[in-house]
């Protein structure tokens, strides 16, 4: 477990993480997102012990980064946004010399470097030198030292930056086997790649914890009273007939639409989803509707929501 507690960072008179606090459990993929300059990465930083805390405290399995650094780094594989690759180096020679670094035992140093090779699909490329290999491949190689020593979370800066869609798939098809052994931190600003592969979010605006919840709770929260539309073909004045019959409506708005067709944004009362009452005042009458329509927030929405300058904190389950 990772607990992060009163973090502050500060350069100069800029403050980058701004008294942030979260807890990290076991057996998750979580998602920490947020525009360009809200933290992330200097949040990362200090989690691996890459950075010194301005104040707080980061907790690695009880372990003090900066106080324990190598119990706590035990715990702990890290792949930066840049990944920290030897270009002159083949593969296998640069897994083996980072095995050593992270004090694998020398007995197992081999047989673990090349099952972490199978694992991220390199060892085709293990004699090759890497700067002689694509940006995807270069990607796989950070997160095979990321892994090694097997560590009961590893931390993903940006993994797929700079990829072409078919390296994404398979960097997120990789991180989705990690997950089934590893706590993984993945750290984006594409919103996609967060709803894709994550089933928790952490949302950070400014440097300030702004979210915390699964991807659906988020969802959920903020769905507030979102208009429902419908389309039929009965003149407005049929239309509101109908309409008038069904408690709960505030106002019903109706627009411009194609030749023959009504169509209607009906807001309603506080947490009062009328669609059923709709559909079924229609058929009473023997009048059918061409469609009928809820916007759901998606979390696209809500980041924009929670990051725009404004935006309300929500700490979700911390």
């Given at each position: 477990?990772?607990?992060?507690?009163g973090l502050?960072?500060?350069y100069?008179s800029?403050t980058?993480?701004?008294?942030l606090n979260?807890?990290?459990?076991?057996?998750?993929?979580?998602g920490?997102l947020?525009?360009?300059?809200?933290?992330?990465s200097?949040?990362?930083?200090?989690?691996t012990?890459?950075?010194?805390?301005t104040?707080?405290e980061?907790?690695?399995d009880?372990?003090?980064?900066?106080k324990?650094?190598?119990l706590?780094?035990?715990s702990?594989?890290?792949?930066p946004?840049?990944?920290?690759?030897?270009?002159?180096?083949?593969?296998e020679?640069y897994?083996?010399?980072?095995?050593?670094?992270k004090k694998?035992?020398r007995?197992?140093?081999?047989?673990?470097v090349k099952k972490i090779?199978?694992?991220v699909k390199?060892?085709?490329?293990?004699e090759?030198?890497?700067?002689?290999?694509?940006k995807?491949?270069r990607?796989?190689v950070g997160l095979?030292q990321?892994?090694l020593g097997?560590p009961?979370t590893?931390?993903l800066?940006?993994?797929t930056?700079?990829?072409d869609?078919?390296q994404?798939?398979e960097?997120?098809?990789?991180i989705r086997e990690?997950?089934k052994?590893?706590t993984v931190?993945l750290?984006?600003?594409?919103l996609?790649?967060?709803?894709?592969?994550?089933?928790?979010?952490?949302i950070?605006?400014?440097?300030k914890?702004?979210?915390?919840?699964?991807?659906?709770?988020?969802?959920?929260q903020f769905?507030g009273n979102?208009?429902v539309e419908i389309?039929?073909?009965?003149?407005?004045e049929?239309?509101?007939e109908?309409l008038?019959g069904?408690?709960?409506?505030?106002k019903?708005t109706y627009?411009?639409g194609?030749?023959g067709?009504?169509?209607a944004v009906?807001?309603?009362?506080e947490?009062?989803?009328?669609?059923?009452e709709?559909f079924q005042a229609?058929?009473r009458e023997d009048?059918?509707?061409?469609?009928?329509?809820?916007?759901?927030?998606?979390l696209?929405?809500?980041f924009l929501?929670?990051?725009?300058?404004g935006?309300r904190?929500h700490?979700?389950?911390?």
């Open positions: 477990m990772i607990e992060v507690k502050v960072k500060k100069g800029h980058a993480v701004d008294h979260f807890r990290i459990e076991k057996g998750h993929i979580y920490l947020g525009p360009n300059g809200a933290g992330k200097t949040t990362m930083n200090i989690m012990g890459y950075l010194g805390a104040e707080g980061v907790l690695i009880g372990h003090d980064i900066l324990e650094p190598e706590a780094k035990k702990v594989g890290y792949l946004e840049m990944p920290p690759l030897y270009m002159e180096m083949k593969v020679e897994l083996m010399f980072a095995a050593e670094l694998v035992a007995n197992s140093r081999k047989a673990e090779m199978k694992m390199i060892y085709d490329v293990r090759r030198l890497i700067k002689n290999l694509s995807g491949y990607q796989r095979a990321a892994v097997f009961e590893i931390i800066d940006e993994p930056v700079g990829l869609p078919k994404i798939i960097i997120r098809e990789l990690l997950a052994d590893h931190i750290s984006s600003h594409i996609a790649e967060i709803r894709e592969v994550c089933d928790y979010i952490i950070i605006s400014q440097g914890l702004v979210a915390s919840d699964t991807p659906e709770n988020l969802e959920r769905a979102e208009p389309e039929t073909r009965l003149l407005p049929r239309t509101e109908i008038s069904i408690s709960g409506i505030q019903v627009l411009s194609d030749p067709i009504t169509k009906i807001e309603t009362d947490d009062t989803d009328i669609r059923e709709v229609f058929a009048c059918s509707l061409i469609s009928m329509y809820k916007k759901q927030h998606t696209e929405d809500i929501r929670l990051t725009q300058e935006g904190p700490a979700g389950n911390l």
